[in-house]
């Protein structure tokens, strides 16, 4: 059974960073698409980010390209997004989720991934 933990989130300046973490257990991730996804209230679900767990290969949301990094620390089973140069758009609650597969067609959408943590909320102030 895979369990995904969020941490990280908080209220941060405009402008400001945050690091989010994505503690995976459960079983290996080899062969495996990390994602991250945001949801805004009132707003759909969307994607964020996602990365390759053997390749490390990396994939963005344009909203957030150049501002976000994706990465994963294999010893540690942690999957990381880097948010810098925030802005109050970016306010919602980031969601962590994990497919066993490596396939790129649908990985920008929620339905791919099999499981999911329970979120962590962000909070950018103007």
């Known amino acids: 059974q895979v369990q995904l933990v969020e941490s990280g989130g908080g209220l941060v300046q405009a402008g400001g960073s945050l690091r989010l973490s994505c503690a995976a257990s459960?079983?290996?991730?080899?062969?495996?698409?990390m994602g991250w996804f945001r949801q805004a209230p009132g707003k759909e679900r969307e994607f964020v980010a996602a990365?390759?767990?053997?390749?490390?290969?990396?994939y963005y949301a344009d909203s957030v390209k150049g501002r976000f990094t994706i990465s994963r620390d294999n010893a540690k089973n942690t999957v990381y997004l880097q948010m810098n140069s925030l802005k109050p758009g970016d306010t919602a609650v980031y969601y962590c989720?994990?497919?066993?597969?490596?396939?790129?067609?649908?990985?920008?959408?929620?339905?791919?991934?099999?499981?999911w943590g329970q979120g962590t909320q962000v909070t950018v102030s103007s």
């Open positions: 989720a994990s497919r066993a597969s490596t396939a790129l067609l649908g990985m920008r959408i929620g339905n791919y991934y099999d499981n």
């Open positions: 459960g079983r290996t991730f080899s062969g495996y698409t």
């Open positions: 990365i390759k767990w053997s390749s490390s290969s990396t």
